[in-house]
């Protein structure tokens, strides 16, 4: 092998040789341990303030839901009643899900500089009863006719506002 054919070779082998070499150098720093997952760390500023801000408004979306439940006024005992296209009667009342978390999303505002919009996305779930007369249909049993998805959205001035209900 003359000189000009090793040289031309020796720069892919130095590379693979650095490739190689470069993690075994890192894990002995403590940078990392080989085999193990990597975590990602995030350094972008606005990335943290909406994480921070998605945490809070998650928090705020668990009292909220709590809130609106507890104050709910459609129920069994209080439902709507309708007569029904053949004649008959349907008693309806809404529910909001507890088995679905509510979904939180949370964005800069585009109209505001330092504003924050948030959405609180849950599902609620529309039961009916029928019966030939109002206190029948109210008498049940009531059966999950439909399910929509309601979205509220929150607005704050700043990231060190507190997410609030509207007033």
């Given at each position: 092998?003359?000189?000009?054919?090793?040289?031309?070779?020796?720069?892919?082998?130095?590379?693979?040789?650095?490739?190689?070499?470069?993690?075994a150098a890192r894990a002995q720093d403590g940078a990392f341990a080989p085999g193990q997952p990597q975590a990602l760390v995030i350094t972008d500023p606005q990335q943290m303030i909406l994480d921070e801000l998605h945490d809070r408004l998650a928090s705020f979306a668990r009292q909220w839901i709590a809130t609106l439940k507890r104050n709910q006024l459609s129920g069994p005992g209080n439902c709507e009643v309708q007569r029904a296209a053949d004649g008959r009667y349907v008693a309806r009342y809404n529910a909001i899900r507890d088995d679905d978390a509510p979904i939180c999303q949370v964005r800069a505002s585009t109209y505001k500089p330092g504003a924050y919009i948030g959405s609180i996305l849950y599902k609620v779930e529309v039961f009916e009863s029928y019966g030939d007369t109002p206190q029948a249909a109210k008498a049940g049993p009531f059966q999950a006719a439909s399910r929509t998805t309601l979205n509220e959205i929150f607005s704050i001035a700043n990231k060190d506002t507190a997410w609030s209900a509207p007033r």
């Amino acid at each position: 092998m003359n000189t000009k054919a090793f040289l031309l070779k020796l720069p892919p082998i130095l590379f693979l040789l650095i490739l190689t070499a470069a993690p075994a150098a890192r894990a002995q720093d403590g940078a990392f341990a080989p085999g193990q997952p990597q975590a990602l760390v995030i350094t972008d500023p606005q990335q943290m303030i909406l994480d921070e801000l998605h945490d809070r408004l998650a928090s705020f979306a668990r009292q909220w839901i709590a809130t609106l439940k507890r104050n709910q006024l459609s129920g069994p005992g209080n439902c709507e009643v309708q007569r029904a296209a053949d004649g008959r009667y349907v008693a309806r009342y809404n529910a909001i899900r507890d088995d679905d978390a509510p979904i939180c999303q949370v964005r800069a505002s585009t109209y505001k500089p330092g504003a924050y919009i948030g959405s609180i996305l849950y599902k609620v779930e529309v039961f009916e009863s029928y019966g030939d007369t109002p206190q029948a249909a109210k008498a049940g049993p009531f059966q999950a006719a439909s399910r929509t998805t309601l979205n509220e959205i929150f607005s704050i001035a700043n990231k060190d506002t507190a997410w609030s209900a509207p007033r």
